[in-house]
């Protein structure tokens, strides 16, 4: 009898184990919330999409006159060669600056793009909504780690543009420049996410 017993708990269990893999896959994965890093960089490539999207759909084959924005944030200077050795406050600081800044550029290209009826202005629009959400986020994470807020420098912008074409290249520039930056911009983020973990534990 007791061997009865003893082989029927055997066949019990390993009944059991064999439908273990049934019960664990049938369990709800908890899904990961991201982390405010995660959202920065997440958004931070879709601006860059944007981006990219407006100039694929409104490219010309002429040349851009060069240099007609000179308060743009410095790009030369950010290569990805000193993406590692970021420091974490001053780097936020500085991209909420820079953003603030490419924001007071993108809202006068979207005043003097209504005044010539631009083709691309409701992308634009949707692209500034977009980037004040993006410094909104910024802005909260800042906060997080207490790294301070800089003051902008007031955007030296082109006089008013009497042309379409002049409106064109405008905004081909200033889409060209802002590329660079989100794309330096998200590497950025990315590489900022494991210090942004070790200075809120």
Partial sequence: MKLLLDSSSSLLFSLLLAQLPVFVSASPVPHRRPSD???????????????????????????VEPHRFTSLPEMSNRSAHSLNNLELKPTLSQLHADLKLYEHHFEWLNRVSKKHHHPALPKLVEMIKEMKSLITLLHCQMLRVEAPRLTPA??????????????????????????????WAYRAFLSLKPKVNAAVQ
């Fill in 37 to 63: 890093m995660d959202r920065l960089s997440n958004q931070t490539k879709h601006l860059m999409k944007l981006t990219q999207e407006l100039l694929r759909e409104h490219s010309f084959d002429s040349d």
């Fill in 154 to 183: 007031t955007p030296s912008l082109p006089p008013h543009l009497p042309y379409q074409f002049d409106v064109l290249q405008s905004s081909h520039e200033l889409l060209q420049h802002f590329k660079l930056f989100c794309d």
